[in-house]
């Protein structure tokens, strides 16, 4: 897929994500998950039932790999910027962790994702927390602003992933740090899943090799970079389980390449800082 392409069948399958409320990242029409599926996602991912509890409904649609918040160590007053905000689950938990003295900025480039991250952070009464519509290969947030920036499954959708940790360095404040759980490949896909608009959609397609990945970040500035949480993907789930299988056809994976899927993908949490 091209890059434009590929921006704008990730714009589109997320826009309905944001209209249906259906974590399931088909192209098709069917919510396939429901809540359940979300929170069970959600737990294995490392949110407690605390995490899940304290935000607005619709908030958390179980579409991230990791719990980045958990991992990030904020304190009260800090600005944290979340690339690739969604529904806004991560910017309300921040926003928690940073109190009325900080700020916290999500940046989503799909506009009806905004809009329900407005919506909810209207609901939920929040003053320190906005959402700005941008890409985040060209941050809306200026030079040397954020204390931390947070992003849950978000740089594997991106084509150019170092204009990515490029500009996340640009709005870091020297000393800044970098938190950010995301999908990158162990081994090959199977040809089928490479080549699946879904999958790439659903997160897996656009996953890069973990060393490249690394590279990235490494490369953009970033020093003691290091992967602090390392998880299979949920194959287990997508086998066994008939919500997880439905999630597996949504993205076009053919039950034979389930396992090869999951030996192939994982989830890392990665930390950097800006010296
Ligand atoms: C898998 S969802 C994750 C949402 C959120 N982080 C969460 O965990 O709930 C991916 C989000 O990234 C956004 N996104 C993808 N590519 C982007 C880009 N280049 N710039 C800004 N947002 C992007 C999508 O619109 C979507 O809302």
Known sequence: MKEEEAKKVV???????????CSCYTTG??????PSLTEDISRQI???????????????????????????????????VD???GPGFDSFLSAGRVGDSGHVIGVDMTPEMIDKARENAAKG???NVEFRLGEIEHLPVADGTADAIISNCVINLVPDKKAVFDDAFRILKP??????SDMV???ELPDAVRNSVAAYVGCLSGAVKKEEYLEAVSSAGFERVEVVEEKQFPVKLMASDPTGRAVAESMDIPAEDIDRVGRSVA?????AVKP
């Open 11 to 21: 714009r589109e399958g997320y826009a309905k994500v944001a209209q249906t409320g």
């Open 29 to 34: 029409s069917s919510c396939c998950g429901g």
């Open 46 to 80: 490392g949110y407690s039932e605390e995490e899940m509890s304290a935000v607005p409904e619709g908030a958390n649609l179980g579409l991230g790999c990791g719990n980045p918040v958990a991992l990030a160590s904020l304190s009260e007053g800090e600005t944290v």
């Open 83 to 85: 690339l690739g905000s």
């Open 125 to 127: 009464g929040y003053s």
């Open 175 to 180: 000393g800044g740090r970098l938190m950010v």
């Open 185 to 187: 490949l162990l081994g």
């Open 267 to 271: 989830s890392i949490s990665v930390f």
